[in-house]
């Protein structure tokens, strides 16, 4: 079934980190001065910084997080989501939280949960990152 679900909103802010995704590179941002990283931000508010993305960087995340919180979303609200489904924040092993999707089953979801990022094709233009538990 092709995908007609809502598209992600994609800014100047945000371009990099679908562009990766379609590259399935997880990026996050990254302060060029202290290195502190960030989903996105246009500023660094660790240090004395420029705004407008002046001093960040896209770059390479692990893609390891774990599960921050979540819900399980029980009732289907569009035909591309069926419910049962869970829905949450992620806490990437960098630090930034990234609210997303996560595939698994939502009787094994638990918050500290191990997840990784995967990468899901909805067009050929946009990719997007989910989680999902680490594979052993
Ligand atoms: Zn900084």
Redesign the pocket.
Known sequence: MAYDGPMPSVTEETRGFFEAARRKVLALHR??????WYWPASA??????EPFLA?MQWEEASGKAEIFAFIVARRTFHPQFQAPFVYGLVKTAEGPLIPCGIDVAPHEARVGLAVEAHFVELTPDYTVPRFRPVQR
Do not use: E, I, L, S
């Not at 302060?31 to 502190?36: G, L, S």
């Not at 660094?44 to 910084?49: I, K, L, P, Q, V």
């Open positions: 302060c060029r001065k202290c290195r502190r660094c508010t660790a240090c004395d910084n001093n």
